[in-house]
T-cell receptor, first 119, second 114 residues
Framework: GAVVSQHPSWVICKSGTSVKIECRSL??????MFWYRQFPKQSLMLMAT?????????EQGVEKDKFLINHASLTLSTLTVTSAHPEDSSFYIC???????????????FGPGTRLTVL | AQSVSQHNHHVILSEAASLELGCNYS??????LFWYVQYPGQHLQLLLK??????LVKGIKGFEAEFIKSKFSFNLRKPSVQWSDTAEYFC????????????FGDGTTLTVKP
């Protein structure tokens, strides 16, 4: 299947700082990228959807000024958690949708996730 | 709005037992359905998907799922589980009209005892 990478895989930061997480589709072009948040023992909650070159669409209850999403190209999207606080600690997962090199069909592929811990 | 319900939160089975995990969704229109697996410490992987056609879908690692439209269900099955199937399983649905946004169920933790 297609490969989606995330960087960093884990990050620890102080309260009040900003953290940027990168999501890359390595072997296909992603028409759409999604950002999810997963709390321990819980399901994935969609935060936002982004298409290359346009503003992200945020789900209800997600602060767009706090979670900045930039989708600069068909293979890169970034999520910046601004002025992070301990309650932002979570597992952030990106997903890229596109035609994978093996499947040849429009499929959603998930990255490995980034664990953010805010002290 | 679409929603997904997974009835079993934690399932414990012995090796070679048969598995069925329930998944029901609510949405009135045409949907695409997915099952994902998340092994301990790993990221989500697609097990199988249904877009159209034969409602019995076969996926990787011997898993299959059956879409029953009248019941709004997409249950996951495997005739004989292995210890390596221990993982978290998520059912997901997206409607054709919502740009591919998937809604996930709460997940089912499967523990297979050797």
């Amino acid at each position: 299947g297609a490969v989606v990478s995330q960087h960093p895989s884990w990050v620890i930061c102080k309260s009040g700082t900003s953290v940027k997480i990168e999501c890359r589709s390595l072997d296909f072009q992603a028409t759409t990228m999604f950002w999810y948040r997963q709390f321990p023992k819980q399901s994935l909650m969609l935060m936002a959807t982004s298409n290359e070159g346009s503003k992200a669409t945020y789900e209800q209850g997600v602060e767009k000024d706090k979670f900045l999403i930039n989708h600069a190209s068909l293979t890169l999207s970034t999520l910046t958690v601004t002025s992070a606080h301990p309650e932002d600690s979570s597992f952030y997962i990106c997903s890229a949708r596109g035609i994978g090199p093996v499947e040849g069909t429009d499929t959603q592929y998930f990255g490995p996730g980034t664990r953010l811990t805010v002290l | 709005a679409q929603s997904v319900s997974q009835h079993n939160h934690h399932v414990i089975l012995s090796e070679a037992a048969s598995l069925e995990l329930g998944c029901n969704y609510s949405y009135g229109g045409t949907v695409n359905l997915f099952w994902y697996v998340q092994y301990p410490g790993q990221h989500l992987q697609l097990l199988l998907k249904y877009f159209s056609g034969d409602p019995l879908v076969k996926g990787i690692k011997g898993f299959e799922a059956e879409f029953i439209k009248s019941k709004f269900s997409f249950n996951l099955r495997k005739p004989s589980v292995q210890w390596s199937d221990t993982a978290e399983y998520f059912c997901a649905v997206n409607a054709n009209t919502n740009a591919g946004k998937s809604t996930f169920g709460d997940g089912t933790t499967l523990t297979v005892k050797p």
